[in-house]
């Protein structure tokens, strides 16, 4: 299991590794949870999905097996910025009344995380905080590079203990509200760009190559 990052100019050094991953999220967003998303039937692409955005992305056996996209906030794709932006300025129909105040967040250093995902096979508890916790050290590794300090995410509640696990030092921005499309309760959090190098070892994961060395640890917690 390792992790790998790269944008639309470097995608090309990955093989299939971003159309795997547009399929692993039409499975997800679209087929598990019901979200009325842009889809061919076999991937799922937005309008966000831009030479702006960066992936993170976790791959085992040639596999794609997680993911997610990041932007920077102070980035902009026609009539476009970067989602939480997007809907408080009603350009995403049906989505959500999330009472963020994109305001109080200024876009120079902080970027969005979106589509974050993890695939169904992988059943372990550790082999699933192992894939997340690469996916996310890959977008911190993205947001500090190119001199961010945080990033945003609209994601479901549990995040918040879930990415606790994996090392990352998170806060939640808006009170709670429930998808239309999924029935899933969803908040704003507020992520630190931080790598959470002691977790990563904990978890058997090798931070400089950004890869799982260690698949079975007499003890997870």
């Known amino acids: 299991m ?3 990052t790269f944008d639309m100019s470097t995608m090309h ?31 799922e692409m937005d309008q966000y999905d831009t030479p702006l955005a960066k992936y993170s992305i976790v791959l085992e056996g040639g596999q794609v097996i997680g993911g997610a996209r990041c932007q920077p906030c102070d ?3 026609g009539i476009y910025t970067y989602m ?30 979106t589509r974050l995902v993890v695939s169904d096979h992988l059943r372990s508890r550790l082999r699933r905080m192992q894939c997340l916790a690469l996916i ?20 479901p509640l549990p995040l918040q203990r879930t990415a606790a696990l994996v090392g990352l030092q998170i ?13 899933r309760e969803y908040a704003v959090f507020r992520c630190k760009a931080e790598r959470a190098l002691g977790r990563l070892a904990e978890l058997g ?3 400089e190559l950004g890869e799982v060395i260690e698949t079975r640890l007499n003890r997870i917690s």
């Open 136 to 155: 996310i050290d890959g977008l911190v590794r993205i947001v500090t590079q190119a001199g961010g300090t945080s990033f945003l995410t609209l994601s």
């Open 13 to 43: 050094l990955h093989g299939s590794a971003f159309y795997d991953f547009l399929k692993l999220r039409k499975s997800f967003f679209v087929d598990q949870l019901g979200w009325r998303l842009p889809t061919d039937g076999i991937v």
């Open 205 to 207: 994961i090798d931070a």
């Open 84 to 113: 939480l932006n997007d809907f408080s300025r009603g350009l995403m129909a049906g989505g959500p009344s999330i009472g963020f105040d994109p305001a109080a967040y200024p876009p120079e250093k902080t970027w969005e995380g």
């Open 2 to 4: 390792r992790s790998v």
């Open 75 to 77: 980035a902009s794709w």
């Open 171 to 183: 806060d939640r921005l808006t009170y709670p509200v429930v998808s239309e499309d999924d029935g």
